[in-house]
């Protein structure tokens, strides 16, 4: 047994007789007060380096108890110079796991055990791995969400106000604004901006008509859904922005679209004569405008006319009475000439006066050339 005992690791050495470090040849121990046992001390650096291979998975030696030279073979020895590569490479691994970059038109989050810590700004950052995670999020590039019946689906079929059925396209363009918003307030960012997006859709539609819908209230829908779904958005605390809606398009169903383009054919005709008949009518109303205009002038100028011929003869007749008071005989005779130019100045006659004996004048007959002439040009008018 006392050949068995070759140090502390119990290492009985092999049948040769050079495996027992610790004896003599003839299997003594060696007196005291020899030198130190440095043979036994390299033993135990070389067992010490085969346990540490058994513990990072490589294998052992062939034997405990052989030749003390014989440390067995299966990987690299450990040595300070491959330790310290290690620990480098380590370290070097750690470095690129921790620090990241982050592009101008991105932001990242760091997350610190999970939970959120801060956010990165562009450039390069620091996160040491594993206790800070990052996330990098795309926050100014434009995503776009294509909505309705871009994809040959029915989802754009919508029901309006006044009962008809439209088939609406329409894009709706956002970003990020927040990236911790984004990241921990929404399950699935993408699904939720289609799911309002086609609810405040077919709210508006609910409350329009078809017609504005097809014509001129395109853009009106547009903004009108950018707001409804922009202030959703946030009251869910989301941090998207709505940046704009496309309205592509908005048309019948296919199934109906010949017959609407009828309808609507026959209801642009409509407007047609119905801005033909308003044109005759205005025209019409313009002319009986301006015809009684004219009768309420001339009816104006005649009373005027009137009132001032009335006047006048008053102021005559005024003037005439002071003459006659002066002259009566005179006065008289002349009033009476006057009445009688007044009377007889038109008339196509001729009055002989009788003489003295109170037979009248001999007349010659002539031929009235003058009045034949009148007669042939009123004939002839």
């Known amino acids: 047994m006392a050949g068995n005992s070759g140090g502390p690791w119990g290492g009985g050495g092999s049948s040769g007789g050079g495996g027992n470090r610790g004896n003599n040849g003839d299997g003594r121990k060696p007196p ?24 990072m998975g490589g294998r052992g030696g062939s034997g405990r108890g052989g030749n003390g030279s014989g440390s067995g073979g ?7 110079g491959t330790v310290a590569v290690a620990i480098v490479a380590a370290a070097i691994l750690w470095g690129v796991a921790s620090f990241y970059t982050v592009k101008p038109e991105e932001q990242s989050v760091e997350l610190f055990l999970g939970e959120f810590s801060a956010v990165g700004n562009p450039g390069l950052n620091f996160a040491p ?19 309705g019946g871009a994809r040959g689906s029915d989802d754009g079929l919508m ?40 609810s405040a859709m077919r709210e508006i539609i609910a409350q329009s008509e078809l017609a504005p819908i097809l014509n ?60 033909v008949a308003d044109a005759y009518a205005n025209r019409v109303l313009a002319e009986a405008r301006g015809e009684a205009a004219q009768v ?20 005559r ?26 009377v007889l100045g038109d008339v196509d006659k001729i009055i002989l006066d009788e003489n003295s004996t109170g037979q009248g004048q001999g007349v010659v007959p002539y031929l009235p050339l003058n009045e034949l002439r009148r007669n042939q040009a009123e004939e002839s008018n």
């Not at 299966?74 to 300070?80: D, I, L, Q, R, S």
């Not at 791995?129 to 909505?147: F, K, S």
């Not at 309420?296 to 102021?315: D, T, V």
């Not at 003037?319 to 002259?327: C, I, N, T, W």
């Open 32 to 55: 005291e007060g020899d030198g130190p046992q440095i043979p036994e001390i390299d033993e135990l650096m070389k067992k010490g380096q085969e346990q540490l291979r058994v513990l």
């Open 159 to 198: 029901l309006t106000g006044d009962e008809n059925v439209v088939d609406i396209d329409y894009q709706v363009v956002w970003n990020i604004n927040d990236p911790a918003k984004f990241l921990f307030n929404l399950r699935d960012p993408r699904q939720t901006i289609r799911a309002v997006s086609e």
């Open 317 to 342: 007749f005024s003037a005439v009475l002071e003459e006659y008071s002066k002259a009566p005989e005179v006065t008289r005779k002349r009033l009476y000439l006057e009445r009688m130019e007044q």
């Open 296 to 315: 309420l002038e001339e009816a104006e100028a005649y009373r005027a006319q009137q009132i001032n011929s009335a006047m006048g003869e008053a102021s």
């Open 216 to 275: 001129r209230d395109r853009g009106i829908i547009a903004d009108r859904l950018q707001e409804l779904i922009q202030s959703t958005m946030d009251s869910y605390d989301s941090g998207v922005n709505i940046i704009r809606v496309n309205f592509d398009k908005a048309d019948p169903p296919q199934d109906v679209i010949a017959s609407f383009r009828d309808v609507q054919a026959a209801a642009q005709e409509r407007d047609r004569l119905q801005n």
């Open 74 to 80: 299966g990987g690299p020895a450990f040595t300070k």
């Open 129 to 147: 791995w594993p206790v800070v995670t990052a996330e990098v999020i795309p926050v100014t590039r434009e995503q776009t969400e294509d909505m």
